[in-house]
T-cell receptor, first 113, second 113 residues
Framework: QKEVEQNSGPLSVPEGAIASLNCTYSDRGSQSFFWYRQYSGKSPELIMFIYSNGDKEDGRFTAQLNKASQYVSLLIRDSQPSDSATYLCAVNGLSGGYNKLIFGAGTRLAVHP | DAGVTQSPTHLIKTRGQHVTLRCSPISGHKSVSWYQQVLGQGPQFIFQYYEKEERGRGNFPDRFSARQFPNYSSELNVNALLLGDSALYLC????????????FGPGTRLLVL
């Protein structure tokens, strides 16, 4: 079982729709959870992070965390063609003061006009 | 302000050789992390250094080593290169030990022949 799993996609949504990206993780001790966006040929850029169960909103983005189900999701409202990218979920299993950040393989999102 | 810089941008080596990659963090950032990203996969965490001490380590062999200098810049060294080491090597910096505000550099693309 992979430590962080994401559907590779592509996830295709029409412009203006809600895109829903999902991620599951295997380490119950994981403490912090991140969503990154990576355009083709570019470096990842942080969208948002979440620590606590529930929702966290930032503009058009909402991260949702359910530690009991070991599940993290990212919702993108009013999707735009410029949101077309690969979305990476990352999980940090901080242990003894040491970070160990594990990325999923990413989900490709395609927003079509 | 300058972002994270990495050098060189591209590098070609042959099997068995050694390589050194360099990273300069954003001014004021004291933590540097290194990642390996193979095409089609998410970044894999190699090391984190904070205040010149190792504060995180991924599942990489001892051929991989790193260090951080007093000015917080960092080097990643890989010995006895294998074909499988061909990848994009990303450096990221953050102000403190936490990874919540981590900014990635453009990466060094390494090809091992």
């Amino acid at each position: 079982q992979k430590e962080v799993e994401q559907n590779s996609g592509p996830l295709s949504v029409p412009e203006g729709a809600i895109a829903s990206l999902n991620c599951t993780y295997s380490d119950r001790g994981s403490q912090s959870f991140f969503w990154y966006r990576q355009y083709s040929g570019k470096s990842p850029e942080l969208i948002m992070f979440i620590y606590s169960n529930g929702d966290k909103e930032d503009g058009r983005f909402t991260a949702q965390l359910n530690k009991a189900s070991q599940y993290v999701s990212l919702l993108i409202r009013d999707s735009q063609p410029s949101d077309s990218a690969t979305y990476l979920c990352a999980v940090n299993g901080l242990s003894g003061g040491y970070n160990k950040l594990i990325f999923g393989a990413g989900t490709r999102l395609a927003v079509h006009p | 302000d300058a972002g994270v810089t990495q050098s060189p941008t591209h590098l070609i080596k042959t099997r068995g050789q050694h390589v050194t990659l360099r990273c300069s963090p954003i001014s004021g950032h004291k933590s540097v992390s290194w990642y390996q990203q193979v095409l089609g996969q998410g970044p894999q965490f190699i090391f984190q250094y904070y205040e010149k001490e190792e504060r995180g380590r991924g599942n990489f062999p001892d051929r991989f080593s790193a260090r951080q200098f007093p000015n917080y810049s960092s080097e990643l060294n890989v010995n006895a290169l294998l074909l499988g080491d061909s990848a994009l090597y990303l450096c990221a910096s953050s102000p403190g030990q936490g990874l919540e505000t981590q900014y990635f550099g453009p990466g060094t693309r390494l090809l091992v022949l």
